[in-house]
């Protein structure tokens, strides 16, 4: 059976390589459009051939409606997926699920009692370097993690090519971080592993905008091992890298080739090339298969919560300068 799918705004940057996504999959295909904004919904509408709703809550009583894709301002967020779930459509969004802990919490608790199928794009969990990475922690090879940092920076601001309401501190919660810097969030707490205790960020504003494009998170944890996580809008060369060391070894990936590289006690003098694996189906293509399926996107979840915390916490640490545990975040 085909899942029919109410397209909720095109204010993401990446909103139409989802509405792709969804073209292009056997299974699903966009049947609706609403937006916030009347005249970029008529003109997605239009373009696609599908009807436009002028009410979100008119689209979402359509009976032919199955699902939702979420690319709505990140303030709007618990909006229009309370009211998703409250109308019990399965949601695919954007990330992150929301900017804090409290609005997460609220989402979450409609979307378990309505027991509809939630998934958030974290894409770069199914990355070849991400599963490879993973195995390696796994087996140990590095001995005891010390230190993880992720970098992900492009040049956005400083070009000119982000559009002008992602520098919104109203719609976006946040810059750099929010945004670019999710990615490298996310994976420095997969690898890492463990609770996170606090966070202590730093924020740059090398373009004067009213959110920050330049960022660095230091995540510190009861192990002793640390996290760096940086980001910017500013940057025309900078390479997405990790790096992940432990007592026993250090893993590269990105510095500048998309190579993964491996020096370890236990393999001998130098650095060695590790293969990568296929990487693993897109997470829009698990959020079908978990509709289908009716499984549950569990370790999409966790870390998209972990997610939200870390950034919380990163924004009042700019803010406050200071750093913020976990463990004061509003419920």
């Known amino acids: 059976m085909t899942i029919r799918i109410g397209k909720i ?39 696609l051939g599908v009807p436009f709703f002028a009410n979100l809550d008119d689209m979402l009583r359509d009976g032919g409606i199955d699902a939702v894709i979420v690319d709505a301002p990140t303030n709007r967020h618990q909006e229009v997926m309370t009211a998703a779930a409250k109308a019990r459509k399965h949601i695919f969004t954007e990330k992150v699920i929301a900017p804090t802990l409290r609005e997460v919490n609220a989402i979450l608790e409609e979307v378990h009692k309505a027991g509809v199928k939630l998934t958030v794009s974290l894409p770069r969990l199914n990355d070849a370097y991400t599963l490879a990475i993973q195995d390696l922690l796994r087996r140990n090879v590095l001995g005891r993690l010390t230190q993880v940092r992720v970098r992900l920076s492009h040049n956005g601001a400083t070009a000119g090519w982000l559009p002008e309401h992602f520098f919104s501190l109203e719609q976006c919660g946040g810059g750099a971080l929010i945004d670019l810097g999710c990615h490298p969030m996310y994976l420095t707490r997969l690898f890492l592993d463990e609770p996170i205790v606090d966070v202590t960020a730093q924020f740059g504003y090398i373009t004067n905008k009213e959110v920050e494009d330049n960022a660095v998170s230091v995540l510190s944890t009861h192990s002793g091992a640390i996290g760096i996580v940086e980001a910017g809008f500013v940057n025309a060369f900078s390479p997405f890298s990790v790096e992940v060391h432990g007592t026993e070894g250090t893993l590269l990936y990105g510095t500048p080739d998309n190579r993964l590289l491996l020096r370890a006690k236990e ?18 293509h698990q959020w079908v298969r978990h509709i289908q399926s009716g499984t549950d996107a569990e370790e999409n979840i966790r870390l998209s919560v972990e997610l939200t915390k870390l950034m919380e916490a990163s924004n009042r640490s700019a803010r406050e300068r200071r750093a913020i545990r976990l463990d004061e975040l509003e419920q």
């Open 9 to 47: 705004s095109y204010w993401h940057v990446h909103a139409w390589d989802y509405t792709r996504q969804a073209q292009e999959h056997p299974d699903t295909e966009i049947a609706a459009v609403w937006d916030e904004i009347p005249s970029r919904g008529q003109e997605a509408a239009a373009k």
């Open 267 to 284: 393999l001998g003098e130098g650095w060695q090339e590790i293969p990568l694996p296929e990487r693993r189906e897109s997470a829009f």
